[in-house]
């Protein structure tokens, strides 16, 4: 009796599930869809061959300025395309001004360096020697001696693929895709 019990409810199950995944569910077939199981990958969105040419022609879509491919059934948001074309190293942060010829980005350490003494000499009208390879050069007592520190500076790494969009999964935590 438990046997033809438990058959007639595993061929319920077959009978039925095509019921329940079908209708507003995405089907992996699906570009949009395709695109997201692919985002979703722990080890990068093209790791799998399968996931090379919808990833591919995810990257050309959004270049021509084309909106982020949808995948209905899942509850899938993402942002606007965004433009990020430098980065730091860790321990430093981007800042961006004007200058002379332009916007200039650079990256500024976080925490405060001890640099050379020259930037932190002052000159008998009250001036410090500026430089850009320092901000806010400083003399602090550490250890019992005066050292000289300042947030050094760097210059930005360029990206090879500046473009971006965010992407949240199901309310899941957010991850930027760059391309």
Known sequence: MKILLLNSFVA???I???YRISGGNAQASDWGCQVVLCLSSPDGPTKFAECRPPIQKLWRELASGHSFPTCSGVGFHSSR???EPYYCEAGY???G????????????STALKQVRNVFCVSHGDGHQ?????VRSPRWEKEDGRLQCKGHSTARPNVRSQPHYVD???DGAATQRVWY
């Open 93 to 95: 942060r981007l800042e």
């Open 167 to 169: 992407i949240t999964i």
């Open 16 to 18: 039925l599930s095509p």
């Open 97 to 108: 001004d004007f200058g002379p010829h332009g916007r200039k980005a650079t990256c500024v």
């Open 129 to 133: 020697f500026v430089t850009d390879s």
């Open 12 to 14: 319920a199950c077959y």
């Open 81 to 83: 395309p965004g433009y």
